[in-house]
Every structure is written in C-alpha cells, then in structure tokens.
C-alpha cells in the first residue's frame, strides 16, 4: 500500500492500527534480529557484552571484564542528561504543542527547513526556528565536548505510544543533508536502540554514495572492511533511558542501520532528535543555502 492511510503510516511503513484494518503482516524484525548474535551495550562500560536484554547488562557491570568485551566507535551516551524536574515540565511543554501524526504509530513535532532526500533539494518552507520552551535543552549541548559546536537545523520531537505499536524500522539516516552527529534527547520513558550492519553494497540508499566527499571532516574515521567483518551476523542494543542523552556518529552513524523496535517500547516514550548540516551545507559549494536557514535559527512560541 503506496498510499497515506489515516494513521499516518504509508508503504512498508505500519502500526498496529493499520495492520489490523487492512490485514497487514508484517515481518517482526525482533524474530529476525533475534536470531543474530546480541550484545548489549554497557554505558559505565562504553563498550557491549553478550546478550539481548540491556537492563541485564547493565545490572551486571561490576562483573564485567573488557578483554570479553566488544567495542564499537561513534557511541556516546551521558545518563541523567536532563533532570526529573525538567523531563516533567519538558513533557508538559511539548504537549502544549501540536502534534502531528507520523508513520509507524509515531506522533512529531518537527522543526525545521523542507527537505526532499530523493531530489536533493532544500527549502526554507515555513520553518522560521525552534520553541523557545526547549531551547535550555541545545544550549546544554555546549556543556558537552562533543557538541560544542553542534549547530541545530532540525529538532523533531518523536512520540512512541505501546498501544499503537509504534516504532521505526531499521535505517540510516540521510547523508546529504544532515551531518555526523545524530543526536537525541530521551524526555520520557526507557527504549532501546538496536544497531545492525549496514549492507555496504547498497552505498546509493540513504545518500551514502555523498559520504566520501566529506569524509576527511569526520570526527571518527569509518572502519575498514576488515575491521567491520568482527560485526557481521551481530546485532548490538543500546539502553535509552529516561532523562539520557545519546550521540551516535562516525562508523555507528554511517556503517549501521539503527531502529526501536515495537518490543521495546513499553510505555509512552517521548525523545527530541538534533540534526546539523553536512559540511557541504556549512563551508562548502552549498554554503550559501545552508545560510537562508541558519539565518532562521530564532527561538519562537507556539502553542495550540
């Protein structure tokens, strides 16, 4: 189905609703990523152990021993990001914005400039800035080193509800337009990020193919086909915890597919991404059109 259905969803793209209304099946990647080897991630650790249920791993730090462990670059992750305090009152505030609906039983609030991946092409749009409510939450980013520099074009705020199975299937995120540093701001509810092998040979999806033309400005250097084949027939999970604050760049941003699976959302969760431009967009040849939307960058209000 090629067409927007009333959820939201449209494509391979499915919730719970429109699986039941249009006798959807839909393939479970739990079963097939469940059939990899699991190791999950261990953030005192910042490396992964074998197994699939991270909270375990995690309960299971003082035993951990490196040598037995497995590494990955491009992983950053800070606990208690934001304080209870301000997780509450965030959720407050982004309710008093519109939500519009998404796909996979998803709700968004996004903001930012209009961007066709397929054709390439930027516009403005109606992006005019961010609300002012959230803006504590970036200027927190210059506490961390890495994202000092960190320039926001997009903040898109994501809503995963158990009761519509929402989710988001394994992907890259795009790669003409938005830079290394993929960003996220966990404001309610614990999930977890699973992370598998991209298939190198697909380098056209995603905009991948524009990596190299900017490859020499990463902050962690890509590994190597050597170096990737210690990851093939793994599957690695990453604990998002409430209140957290997780950074994914270099090989774990371009060289793995990331998803939250349907399973592991268990109550309402609520997250805002970051998004910043590609070098291109920054000091390249499309400097200038990076500029009409930085020039945007304002801190606005809006409520409904």
Not at 199 to 214: E, I, M, S, T
Request: charged fraction near 25%.
């Amino acid at each position: 189905m090629n067409t927007l259905r009333p959820c939201g969803c449209k494509g391979v793209r499915t919730c719970l609703t429109c699986e039941q209304n249009f006798n959807i099946e839909k393939p479970s990647v739990q079963q097939q990523f469940q059939q990899l080897e699991s190791w999950s991630y261990c953030t005192k650790c910042e490396a992964f152990y074998p197994g699939w249920d991270t909270q375990a791993v995690q309960a299971a730090h003082s035993d951990h021993n490196l040598t037995d462990s497995l590494a990955l670059p491009g992983i950053y992750v800070q606990e208690q990001f934001l304080s209870a305090a301000e997780g509450k009152q965030l959720i407050v505030d982004l309710d008093n914005l519109p939500w519009d609906i998404s796909q996979s039983g998803r709700r968004k609030q996004n903001y930012g400039p209009k961007t066709n991946f397929k054709k390439r092409r930027l516009q403005l749009g109606s992006f005019q800035g961010f609300p002012a409510a959230t803006r504590y939450v970036q200027m927190r980013f210059e506490s961390v080193p890495l994202l000092r520099d960190f320039q926001t074009i997009e903040q898109c705020s994501l809503e995963y509800e158990p009761s519509k199975g929402a989710s988001i299937d394994p992907h890259v995120d795009d790669c003409w337009i938005w830079g290394e540093r993929v960003v996220t701001v966990n404001c309610l509810g614990d999930a977890v990020l699973t992370l598998n092998l991209y298939d190198q040979k697909l380098a056209g999806k995603y905009n991948l193919d524009l990596v190299p033309d900017y490859e020499s400005h990463l902050l962690e250097p890509l590994l190597t086909q050597e170096q990737l084949a210690a990851y093939k027939g793994k599957v690695l999970r990453i604990p998002m915890n409430n209140l957290s604050l997780i950074v994914l760049y270099g090989p774990a941003r371009y060289q793995f597919e990331h998803s939250v699976l349907r399973e592991d959302v268990t109550e309402r969760r609520v997250c805002i991404a970051y998004r910043e431009f590609t070098p291109m967009y920054i000091d390249g040849i499309d400097k200038d059109k990076g500029q009409l939307v930085r020039d945007n960058v304002n801190w606005i209000i809006k409520s409904n």
